[in-house]
Each structure stands twice: as structure tokens, then as C-alpha cells.
């Protein structure tokens, strides 16, 4: 059951990424009077649908992806129609191409502007010094002998970081070195730091946390925290007498506790409050560890802004998410990130019913990320894909004539086989990530 519920939220995302897309091309298309012969919502053998003037519009058997079909678009295509994608002025079929990705930049932005003019999580203090409040023992943090209570005033040539800076730095640098100074007791000390690449989540990681409020995010039922009365939304003061400046040194108490009683000290509506619980052992995604079944976030105030200020704030944080799209690429190329975090169709089917079962605001946050990787990830200068195509016609306008059959008929064949081992690779991935180590080939 929990399978078609995550296939059905699946189509419902992709279907909203596909239409939006493909709609940009359509409307190029038909801007500029090229003849479009189909429009499909998927791929292969027709089911059904309606034409409308000259455009068959189709459902197709393989729903994940769509399509829109132009005259003499693709090599080997009739020439004849005056109206054909190849007959139009080069700069028209690069808008044309260009228009689908612009679509779904369009979707994140707007989407990302509703949820903020709702609810948007404010920084407490968006200017505060990016104070380490968690350092894990052996990580690189630590052996860089960075210090809880340590400030980082730099960041390779980023002087005065924010954390958020930091770790965009982190996540997509894995062994890659950085240069960092700390202010600890009013003296300076410069380090340098390589995040280690982390097997489970195929990213960098240090190993350090800022200094934060930390409050709960949602507990369990039937685990020791609801059973001692905790509650969303709760704020973390203290475990054991020690205060909690960071979520993952409170999670790192108890997964240490062996199983001891942990005293909690917490505030709920301006009432100080204290609660023991007996951590349990659980399993949970294959790694056994000690926990009290709460889910632990950042302490955030939430507020709305106006459209104006929703907007600015909304394609700030596509950017930023644009930018770390790219540069988790570039690590990829560079072989410092693994593929491993590369999700497939699988899942984001689990990441989509996962959303969806959280409430509107995480699916329609999840949406507009896909639709942000969907257009960076066409727009890379891969064959059969808009950056494939943009590419080629960009060579085009230098060399001041068209390429040559032939060559435009192999490059169509090369795209089309490395997107089938790319879908073949992820979809691995998926399974990979589900089944416990052994069940499949050995991983790559």
C-alpha cells in the first residue's frame, strides 16, 4: 500500500514538472508558428488523448518524461514543411529550446514565493559569527582541532562566513582542503580542513555544527520521549546537566547512553520543565543505536512576507540552490562525491510520499527542488537534452552553417544511450540504497 501511495505522489510531481516543461516548448513553439505535431505526457506507444488543430495530445505508456514533437526536428526529418523547427532562424529555435528549463526555474521561484508569503522560517539572527557549537571526535573538524566555541572569521578567501556558506562549502568539497581561521579567547588560529566523503549520504561532511536553539521537530509514538511527555515543538535547554548548543551533541549523548537514564530539561511555553527517559536500541536503517524516538531541528521564527520581499527572498534561495546543484556536479566530474546520493525515479518516489505524508508545505518545498534540478540538469550540453541542443545550435551561429547530417544523427545516438545507462545507473542506485549490502552486485 505504502508503494502505490508513494508511485501515486511520484506521478503527481513529475506530472506537474512534466507539463510545466514541456508547456514552455510548446509555447515557443507556437510563438514562433512552428508546426508541433504531438504533445506527450510520457513516452512509447500512444494509450490515449485528443488532437486539437494539428497537435495530438497524448498519454503515453511510459509516464516518466514527456516530449513535444516539432516538424523536421529531429535528423533525418522532412525539410519540406516551411513551418519546421529546422526552417526557423537559429536564435528561434534556441529560445525554443531554452523555453523549457526557463519554465521550471519559473515554477521553483513561484512556488518557493507562495510558501514564504505563508510561512517562511526567519533567521534568529541572520548577520550572527558562525559559532561551532559540536565537534565530532576523529572528524576532520576535530582532527583540524577545531573547538566547540570556536568562530570561523574565515573561509578560504570568504572572510567572516555565515554557517549557511559553510555548508555549501562542506557538502560539495569532500576531500577537497580548505583553509580556515578560528577566533578562540581573542586569538587567532588558522587550520585547514578536508571533509571526508560520507558513504551513506555520498557527500562531504566535517563533522562540525554551529551553535544553535534546538527544539523538537516531531516524536514517535510509543517511544520513550512521548512516553515521558515531550512535544513538538518543545525547546532543548539541557541532557545530563550539560547545555545543548547543537542538535547532534544532544542526539551524540544519547546514542552514548547505552541504554542509561538521560535527564531532559526543556521549555515549553515560557515553563521550565525536566523529564527522564531510558533510551531504547532500535535498528532503524540498518545501524543500531541507542535513541528516545524525537526528531530534532534548529529553533526557527516563522513570519510572511509580502509578495515584494517573497519574491527577492524566494530567487535568492534558487540561486543558492542552483549553485549547489552545480557544484555537487563539478564533484561528481572531479570524482570528490559519490554517485551514490544521486536519487532515481525510485527514489523520489519514496522522497515524494515521504513529502506528501508530511503536509503541502514539504511537498510542494520538494517540487520545487526537482524542478530546480530538472532545469540545471537539462541545461547541461548533453546530446538529446535542451543544453545538448543549445549547444549545437551555438555551433552553428560560429561556424554560419548547419552541421552535417550524419554527425547530427550520431550525437542524437550517443545522448540517447548515455541517458539509458544514466536511468539504468540510478534506478541501481535506488534498489542499492533499499536492499541491505549483498543482495545485489557488489556496488560500483
Request: charged residues 20%; without cysteine; neutral net charge.
Amino acid at each position: 500500500m505504502l508503494i502505490l501511495e508513494n508511485l501515486w505522489w511520484l506521478l503527481v510531481l513529475i506530472g506537474v514538472m512534466i507539463m510545466i516543461h514541456e508547456l514552455g516548448h510548446y509555447w515557443a513553439a507556437r510563438f514562433f508558428d512552428v508546426h508541433v505535431e504531438t504533445f506527450s505526457f510520457g513516452f512509447g506507444p500512444r494509450l490515449f488523448g485528443f488532437r486539437k488543430g494539428e497537435t495530438d495530445f497524448r498519454f503515453s505508456a511510459i509516464l516518466f518524461g514527456g516530449y513535444v514533437k516539432m516538424a523536421g526536428e529531429q535528423p533525418g526529418d522532412s525539410t519540406d514543411d516551411p513551418r519546421g523547427f529546422l526552417a526557423k532562424p537559429r536564435w528561434q529555435r534556441l529560445i525554443i529550446a531554452l523555453a523549457g528549463p526557463t519554465m521550471n526555474v519559473v515554477l521553483a521561484i513561484a512556488l518557493v514565493t507562495g510558501l514564504f508569503m505563508i510561512r517562511y522560517p526567519k533567521p534568529a539572527d541572520p548577520n550572527a559569527p558562525a559559532l561551532v557549537g559540536n565537534v565530532l571526535p576523529d572528524s576532520p573538524a576535530a582532527k583540524a582541532g577545531i573547538r566547540e566555541g570556536d568562530v570561523i572569521v574565515q573561509l578560504d578567501d570568504l572572510p567572516r562566513p555565515t554557517w549557511e556558506a559553510i555548508v555549501m562549502r562542506e557538502v560539495s568539497g569532500a576531500n577537497r582542503t580548505f583553509q580556515v581561521t578560528v577566533e578562540r579567547h581573542g586569538k587567532r588560529i588558522q587550520t585547514t580542513v578536508t571533509p571526508m566523503l560520507d558513504e551513506k549520504t555520498g557527500i562531504g561532511f566535517a563533522g562540525w555544527a554551529d551553535q544553535s536553539e534546538v527544539q523538537i521537530a516531531n516524536v514517535s509514538p510509543g517511544m520513550p520521549a512521548e512516553k515521558a511527555g515531550l512535544q513538538r515543538g518543545d525547546l532543548m535547554l539541557a541532557i545530563n546537566g550539560v547545555p545543548i548548543r547543537s542538535r547532534f551533541k544532544l542526539q551524540e549523548v544519547i546514542r552514548a547512553s547505552g541504554g542509561k537514564p538521560v535527564q531532559i530539561d526543556f521549555q515549553r511555553e515560557d515553563r521550565h520543565q525536566s523529564a527522564q527517559l531510558n533510551p531504547v536500541f532500535s535498528d532503524l536503517d540498518g545501524t543500531g543505536r541507542w535513541m528516545i524516538g524525537a526528531y530534532f531541528e534548529d529553533r526557527v521564527v516563522f513570519t510572511r512576507l509580502a509578495l515584494p520581499e517573497a519574491l527577492a527572498e524566494s530567487t535568492r534561495y534558487n540561486v543558492k540552490g542552483a549553485t549547489l546543484i552545480y557544484q555537487f556536479l563539478r564533484g561528481l566530474v572531479e570524482r570528490r562525491v559519490s554517485a551514490k546520493s544521486v536519487h532515481g525515479p525510485i527514489g523520489i518516489a519514496q522522497l515524494s510520499g515521504e513529502a506528501a505524508r508530511e503536509g503541502p508545505f514539504a511537498f510542494v518545498g520538494l517540487m520545487a527542488m526537482v524542478s530546480l534540478n530538472l532545469a540545471v540538469i537539462n541545461l547541461l550540453p548533453i546530446p538529446i537534452m535542451d543544453g545538448g541542443v543549445v549547444l549545437m545550435l551555438l555551433i552553428e551561429m560560429m561556424m554560419r552553417r548547419d552541421m552535417s547530417l550524419p554527425v547530427k544523427e550520431m550525437v542524437f545516438k550517443l545522448g540517447f544511450v548515455f541517458l539509458m545507462v544514466v536511468m539504468a545507473f540510478v534506478i541501481y542506485n535506488d534498489i542499492a540504497r533499499i536492499l541491505p549490502p549483498g543482495v545485489l552486485l557488489p556496488r560500483w
